[in-house]
């Protein structure tokens, strides 16, 4: 399984980037993971709805130039379904037995992703309602990855 996670700024926290090699190295065993980062958009602490259009569109257009043409799309986004862990494993799974085994998850920046971004993706996946920062978003969509293939090949995990 190869999967991608394609997210809007580079990680700026140190215990965050500490996280995320964990789970990169945890993950090894179970698929090829590649991480790629474009560009976060400047903007103001509190855009208005002119310059919040205009981040998501810079950024969606930096996204659209990345995203894979093969392989199923899932844009994080907090209007998405929701799973539970063992629900979105049976999809992952789902996906292997299709013969899908390129994943691209997509996280936006601060201000979410644009709608553009959204309509290329397979499903929208939703975390919560809670506003997460989309830097500690890397992190968790990580552990949930690792998560999801331990459920399919039935290994213990703590809880």
Known sequence: ??????????????????????????????CTLRIIEVEEERSQDEP???????????????????????????????EGERFSSEGMA?????????????ITFIIGGSLGLSDEVKKVCDIKLSFSDFTLPHQLMRLLLLEQIYRWFKIIRGEPYHK
């Not at 310059?51 to 950024?59: A, D, F, I, N, P």
């Not at 996906?95 to 899908?100: C, E, K, N």
Request: with cysteine; hydrophobic share 35%; proline share 4%.
């Open 1 to 30: 399984m190869n999967i991608t996670i394609l997210a809007v700024g580079k990680i700026k926290e140190g215990y965050l980037r500490e996280g995320i090699k964990e789970y990169e190295k945890r993950l090894k065993p179970y």
């Open 90 to 102: 049976s999809k992952i799974e789902e996906l292997a037995l299709r013969g899908i085994s390129d």
């Open 48 to 78: 208005g709805p002119a310059e919040k259009e205009k981040v998501l569109k810079r950024e969606g257009e930096r996204i659209l130039g990345k995203v894979p043409r093969q392989g199923f799309k899932i844009a994080l986004c907090i």
